[in-house]
């Protein structure tokens, strides 16, 4: 198997993993008045942010912007991941049957154009948050079919009905994160993650609606080496995996998992070439990409609406976040 040429970084000392950040990372103080009024306007509808809750760096410039990340069916997952900051609980509040139309109105009043969807994982549902989803996005639609939304979701327990419920809402964009390579899956997902469900979620998206594009994303400063990179996105491509965002693991708290190493820019650049050579439609690689990425929506509306040049702000409804 080819690999990836290697280019220095930065190995993080036990003593510094949390704390010291090269200068590639470093990102301004959220502020300014969009981001006011769209703090406000999510705030008073009771709708939660993945951008507040897993402590995004983006959040200044992506609420700035006029970007904000909503987590669907509540702000505590029943999952237990080691990389992220959602609050976790076996048996979270149950969801409010009135937000799919707190997003829908939410949504309305900025006017825009493309959405992303997430969630929390709902393992205590029985059908893990599928249909609070779907309506979610047909409430959406029903307000404005012209606007794209994207969803990126749980694996539902690997519930072949959920996911197919999930890909028939009408989104036009369906992405589940496999986030690491196979070998340090058990260690950095909760136990009830699997490499094979998450290939297997993203499969039988693009079986139920081949018309959609599918979506994915890998976190790298965890102790993976190139090789595995590679391996993980042919398996990507394998399942019909469309678009792809690979992005650095950052701690969000001294509790969470250790970074490994702070990859340099360069060896960013190096997966994405290689990810575009493996025929991804897209590829976004850098220090500072996430699941939802800007540059990614951009992308993807230009495919979805080439008629229409795709708008610089976007919001992004998300959870269950890398």
């Known amino acids: 198997m080819r690999t990836l040429p290697m280019a220095e970084g930065r190995r993080v000392s036990r003593r510094s993993r949390f704390d010291r ?35 995004c760096p983006n959040i200044g410039e992506c609420w700035g912007g006029g970007t904000a990340t909503i987590m669907l069916l509540g702000d505590v997952c029943t999952r237990g991941c080691r990389f992220c900051n959602v609050k976790s609980a076996r048996t979270p509040p149950p969801p409010d049957p009135d937000e799919p139309r707190k ?23 029985p059908d893990g948050g599928a249909a609070h989803v779907a309506e979610t996005v047909r409430t959406i639609r029903r307000g404005d079919e012209r606007i794209l939304i994207e969803l990126l979701v749980g694996d539902f327990g690997g519930d072949a009905a959920a996911i197919e419920t999930v890909a028939r809402s009408g989104a036009h964009v ?28 993203l499969r039988r998206f693009k079986e139920t609606r081949p018309e959609s594009y599918t979506k994915s994303s890998i976190m790298v400063g965890l102790g993976e080496r190139m090789d595995e990179i590679e391996r993980t996105c042919r398996d990507l491509r394998s399942v019909g995996v469309d678009i792809l965002t690979i992005g650095q693991y950052l701690r969000p708290s001294p509790r969470h ?37 800007r540059a990614g929506e951009l992308f993807l509306a230009s495919r979805l609406r080439p008629d229409r040049p795709a708008r610089a702000e976007t919001l992004e409804t998300a959870g269950d976040p890398t």
């Open 21 to 55: 950040k090269p200068p590639w990372l470093k990102v301004r103080a959220p502020g300014g008045a969009r981001y006011t009024e769209l703090k406000g306007l999510l705030g008073r509808l009771g709708l939660h942010t993945v951008c507040e809750e897993a402590r």
């Open 103 to 125: 997003v829908g109105e939410a949504i309305a009043r900025t006017g825009l154009d493309y959405v992303v969807l997430t969630m929390v994982d709902r393992d205590d549902l």
């Open 174 to 201: 369906l992405a589940h994160n496999v986030e690491t390579v196979e070998r340090l899956q058990r260690t950095v997902r909760d136990a009830r993650c699997s490499y094979e469900r998450s290939l297997e979620v």
């Open 257 to 293: 998992l250790p970074v490994h190493e702070y990859v340099a820019p360069e060896r960013f650049a190096a997966m994405e070439a290689m990810a575009l050579s493996l025929g991804f439609a897209f590829c976004a690689a850098g220090p500072l990409v996430r699941s939802s990425y």
